[in-house]
């Protein structure tokens, strides 16, 4: 190992040895106060099967490098990405049809309304904040290729699978809980998205979206998409991974981004289901599962676990010492 010394004189490490550093018995340290954390949050109800999980579930993955990994926890547990779909839906957009096709029509703004708020996406006169919430992630899952909701489905998880070495599938118990119920929002937003010009076909733009939403993974499968974005990889530019990242650090919590960026420093993204996955660039990833989520719907014991290893191991990105 190099070492780097600071003004004065202690020893820097650099990102990669404190990543790397984290073993298993640091991530079970852990493990007691982030399940009280976790008592805090809910389990979504407006997802008949996501109120249904164990709440208690708690699984960690930190990923530096493709073949290995630390891991702790429930790691085989699968659940459906729902948002943490998005940073890879756009990730395959911006390879696939490229920035101009994507922010001619989507924007890169934060917001600090709900993921699926119609008075941002009304006042903003149905253009599409950013791709990281509702209305963004429903635009860009209609520029996927394919003619069917299952095809354009396909087409992303195929090169997600394949790029990623991850192996993610469509769980078809929670599309079909996702269906019925639920989704007088998004529809209310491919609606407004369809009268200000960006979608021409509502039911195919909110099945895609839906299917997106239920593939489902573990803790590892989503460590691994995110080395998409954090290491050098043959199918992604790294411009592409700069813009995603950004994305995250501005957005990717949706009205507590900017809260976290300061508290944490990384770029992160959540899912209803309690998922979180957090970049360390040029580093590695960190994936965590914590099923109960707060008001905002972002998960409260995976939040509270990635901030105690980001102070403890130092992994902001923010971080001069
Ligand atoms: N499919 C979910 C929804 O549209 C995803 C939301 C989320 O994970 N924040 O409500």
Same mark, same amino acid.
């Given at each position: 190992?190099?070492? =780097?010394?600071?003004?004065?004189?202690?020893? @820097?490490?650099?990102?990669?040895?404190?990543?790397?550093?984290? =073993?298993?018995? $640091?991530?079970?340290?852990?493990?007691?106060?982030?399940?009280?954390?976790?008592?805090?949050?809910?389990?979504?109800?407006?997802?008949?099967?996501?109120?249904?999980?164990?709440?208690?579930?708690?699984?960690?993955?930190?990923?530096?490098?493709?073949?290995?990994?630390?891991a702790?926890?429930?790691?085989?547990?699968?659940?459906?990405?729902?948002?943490?779909?998005?940073?890879?839906?756009?990730?395959?957009?911006?390879?696939?049809?490229?920035?101009?096709?994507?922010?001619?029509?989507?924007?890169?703004?934060p917001?600090?309304?709900p993921?699926?708020?119609i008075?941002?996406?009304?006042?903003d006169?149905?253009?599409?904040?950013?791709?990281?919430?509702?209305?963004?992630?429903?635009?860009?899952?209609?520029?996927?290729?394919?003619?069917?909701? =299952?095809?354009?489905?396909?087409?992303?998880?195929?090169?997600?699978?394949?790029?990623?070495?991850?192996?993610? =599938? @469509?769980?078809?118990?929670?599309?079909?809980?996702?269906?019925?119920?639920?989704?007088?929002?998004?529809?209310?937003?491919?609606?407004?998205?369809?009268?200000?010009?960006?979608?021409?076909?509502?039911?195919?733009a909110?099945?895609?979206?839906n299917?997106?939403?239920?593939?489902?993974?573990?803790?590892?499968?989503?460590?691994?998409?995110?080395?998409l974005?954090?290491?050098? $990889?043959?199918?992604?530019?790294?411009?592409?991974?700069?813009?995603?990242?950004?994305l995250?650090?501005?957005c990717?919590?949706?009205?507590?981004?900017?809260?976290?960026?300061?508290?944490?420093?990384?770029?992160?993204?959540?899912?209803?289901?309690?998922?979180?996955?957090?970049?360390?660039p040029?580093?590695?990833?960190?994936?965590?599962?914590?099923?109960?989520?707060?008001?905002?719907?972002?998960?409260?014991?995976? @939040?509270?676990?990635?901030?105690?290893?980001?102070?403890? $191991?130092?992994?902001?990105?923010?971080?001069?010492?």
């Amino acid at each position: 190992m190099k070492l =780097t010394y600071g003004i004065s004189g202690h020893v @820097l490490l650099n990102s990669h040895d404190r990543l790397n550093s984290i =073993t298993e018995a $640091h991530l079970k340290q852990w493990l007691t106060e982030t399940q009280v954390q976790a008592r805090f949050g809910k389990l979504p109800t407006y997802v008949p099967r996501l109120s249904q999980v164990q709440s208690d579930l708690l699984a960690v993955t930190i990923q530096t490098d493709r073949t290995s990994s630390v891991a702790f926890g429930n790691v085989a547990k699968p659940f459906v990405l729902m948002s943490l779909v998005k940073p890879f839906l756009l990730l395959f957009l911006l390879a696939r049809v490229g920035r101009e096709a994507v922010f001619s029509r989507v924007g890169i703004e934060p917001s600090d309304q709900p993921f699926h708020s119609i008075a941002q996406l009304a006042s903003d006169r149905g253009r599409p904040r950013n791709p990281m919430i509702n209305s963004g992630a429903i635009f860009l899952a209609s520029l996927l290729p394919g003619n069917t909701p =299952t095809s354009r489905c396909e087409s992303l998880r195929y090169w997600l699978n394949k790029s990623a070495g991850c192996d993610l =599938t @469509l769980d078809e118990e929670m599309l079909a809980s996702v269906q019925p119920l639920g989704n007088e929002t998004n529809r209310s937003i491919a609606n407004l998205l369809k009268r200000a010009g960006y979608l021409n076909d509502i039911d195919l733009a909110i099945e895609t979206y839906n299917q997106i939403c239920c593939l489902s993974g573990t803790v590892v499968d989503l460590a691994r998409l995110g080395l998409l974005i954090a290491l050098p $990889h043959p199918n992604v530019s790294s411009d592409d991974q700069h813009i995603v990242n950004s994305l995250m650090m501005t957005c990717g919590l949706y009205e507590a981004s900017s809260q976290y960026s300061m508290r944490i420093g990384l770029p992160i993204k959540s899912g209803v289901s309690g998922g979180l996955i957090a970049i360390v660039p040029k580093v590695g990833s960190i994936a965590i599962y914590s099923p109960a989520i707060d008001e905002i719907g972002n998960s409260v014991g995976g @939040l509270f676990l990635l901030e105690q290893l980001v102070h403890a $191991h130092r992994l902001s990105l923010f971080q001069t010492d």
